[in-house]
T-cell receptor, first 112, second 109 residues
Framework: ETGVTQSPTHLIKTRGQQVTLRCSSQ?????VSWYQQALGQGPQFIFQYYREEENGRGNFPPRFSGLQFPNYSSELNVNALELDDSALYLC???????????FGPGTRLLVL | GIQVEQSPPDLILQEGANSTLRCNFS?????LQWFHQNPWGQLINLFYIPSGTKQNGRLSATTVATERYSLLYISSSQTTDSGVYFC???????????FGKGTKLTVNP
């Protein structure tokens, strides 16, 4: 059974640029969620996709957007990057809500 | 929205000691999970425990849903137990996990 994978592991961007982060969910899991974790804080929910449809969104602006593909992999896109977007971005998958959630290793984004 | 409070914020132990971490939440939940975040940032799922008691090796957890708290017990701690322990909850049919601020555990040899 393959766990949750994310790419890239690290990324450096400059303010104003756009970034795409990728996630492959655990085998058989149809729900993918994205979280942002700032240094020293707990993860904050960005949004969730269930069977390719958005199924809930946290308090993040529209420049944070996402997709889920038929194979349940997912992308997180962030436009017009700001310095405060520097964080660890975590992807999580589960077998439908509610359920046990498994996290990927994360992508560390630094915005300069 | 629902509030999640974890205590203590920091805990320093000698190897072999036992500890109890607490998670209080402000409303009813149907999803409660405990995670361990290692120094590299990986979040490991320890327990899915919306109610009742579970054990996994040296770790056990108890959730008393009616009183809105959960406890994570770590026995015979090891240096590899070091890291941050998070409690996360969700309500209704949502899987929007709301995390506490975590307990940072340091186990010294």
């Amino acid at each position: 059974e393959t766990g949750v994978t994310q790419s890239p592991t690290h990324l450096i961007k400059t303010r104003g640029q756009q970034v795409t982060l990728r996630c492959s969910s655990q085998s058989g899991h149809n729900t993918v969620s994205w979280y942002q974790q700032a240094l020293g804080q707990g993860p904050q929910f960005i949004f969730q996709y269930y069977r390719e449809e958005e199924n809930g969104r946290g308090n993040f602006p529209p420049r944070f957007s996402g997709l889920q593909f038929p194979n349940y992999s997912s992308e997180l896109n962030v436009n017009a990057l700001e310095l405060d977007d520097s964080a660890l971005y975590l992807c999580a998958s589960s077998l439908g809500p509610p359920g046990r959630t498994y996290f990927g290793p994360g992508t560390r984004l630094l915005v300069l | 929205g629902i509030q999640v409070e974890q205590s203590p914020p920091d805990l320093i132990l000698q190897e072999g000691a036992n500890s109890t971490l607490r998670c209080n939440f402000s409303d009813s939940v149907n999803n409660l999970q405990w995670f361990h975040q290692n120094p590299w940032g990986q979040l490991i799922n320890l327990f899915y425990i919306p109610s009742g008691t579970k054990q996994n090796g040296r770790l056990s957890a108890t959730t008393v849903a009616t009183e809105r708290y959960s406890l994570l017990y770590i026995s015979s701690s090891q240096t590899t137990d070091s890291g941050v322990y998070f409690c996360a909850v969700a309500q209704g049919g949502s899987e929007k996990l709301v995390f506490g601020k975590g307990t940072k555990l340091t186990v010294n040899p």
